[in-house]
């Protein structure tokens, strides 16, 4: 739930959110659509605690982002968030398999969840190339990649930020179908941000922005 949301940049300040209230229920798949600059990365940020409003109050599981230590909401945010870009940011010097299980160490969970980072792996076709390095992956591999890394800890929310941006069109059709059937049969709730009117049709819910509001 956000309530009352602004946020201003630069100086002079620049406001970019104005007033942004909503609420999105567990299992919800919402798709924030919008021009570019109409504020909905931002939002999807601070709704996503990688960023703060500079008014109003963001709750995910009924708990205040405001209300966490630092360290509370990194460990927050780890076991219950999951993370997809537009671009992998893999690490180029470790492998597929690798890559995936990063977040696993932060928690000493490495071995415990090794099966499960194969999984997924064999869940989006790449099986056979859990020991290629990014380099040797398309663009739409590395970005299946990211969303099994995202996936790893077995987060509640998943916020995913012009997933399929810079991909090609079978591509990003592969990667939708896969955040679809997370959303479905893990009853994951997904926040997506997207520029692709398509793509934002197989949500359940879209919010459209403009100047900072939704519309």
């Known amino acids: 739930m956000a309530l009352g949301i602004e946020k201003s940049f630069g100086e002079p300040p620049v406001d970019v959110l104005k007033g942004i209230s909503l609420t999105i229920n567990d299992g919800e798949f919402v798709a924030l659509t919008g021009r570019s600059g109409s504020g909905k990365s931002t939002l999807m940020y601070i709704l996503s605690s990688l960023d703060n409003p500079n008014k109003g ?14 360290e509370d909401l990194h460990q927050f945010r780890n076991e219950q968030l999951g993370f997809v870009f537009q ?33 997924l792996l064999e869940q989006f076709g790449l099986q056979d190339k859990m020991s290629r390095l990014p380099r ?10 990211a969303i099994a890394r995202a ?23 592969n990667v939708m179908k896969i955040i679809i059937d997370i959303n479905k049969s893990n009853g994951t709730t997904v926040l997506m941000v997207t520029h692709d009117p398509d793509f934002a049709k197989e949500a359940g819910r879209q919010i459209t922005m403009a100047d900072g509001k939704m519309i």
């Open 57 to 70: 109050k963001v709750e995910i599981s009924g708990q205040n982002l405001a209300d966490f230590s630092d």
């Open 136 to 145: 040797q992956l398309s663009g739409g591999e590395q970005q299946r990649v």
């Open 87 to 119: 671009s992998a940011y893999m690490i180029a010097e470790l492998n597929v398999i690798e890559n995936v299980m990063m977040p696993t160490r932060k928690f000493d969970q490495y071995a415990k969840r090794r099966a499960r980072g194969e999984s």
């Open 151 to 173: 996936l790893i800890m077995e987060p509640k929310y998943l916020f995913a930020d012009e997933p399929t941006g810079a991909l090609d069109t079978v591509s990003g059709d």
